[in-house]
């Protein structure tokens, strides 16, 4: 399911493991990996998004630093169930 209208790429076109981050949690948010589901793994990741495993890693971890997965040994990373608090409120705030 890759999305070719995100922008991913640095200014000098390598991908950004933090845009790459973003997507999964966009994702997450709109409900195509919805809580306790399993998400891609990092080889699904780099494969989809045309990164090496590194940044597809790098990625993930960001996704999972911010709450919004966690890690079971052996059998994946899924969904935080329930969501991260900030989850709730993104997107309410947005006064500039």
Do not use: C
């Amino acid at each position: 399911m890759h999305h070719p209208s995100v922008r991913l790429r640095d200014p000098f076109g390598e991908p950004e493991p933090t845009a790459i981050a973003a997507e999964i949690i966009r994702r997450i948010e709109g409900g195509s990996y919805p809580p306790g589901s399993r998400v891609p793994s990092t080889l699904e990741i780099a494969q989809e998004f045309g990164v090496v495993n590194a940044t597809a890693a790098k990625a993930m971890r960001h996704v999972r630093e911010q709450g919004w997965t966690r890690g079971e040994v052996g059998l994946g990373t899924f969904v935080a169930d329930p969501l991260p608090p900030a989850a709730e409120t993104q997107g309410d705030d947005s006064a500039d």
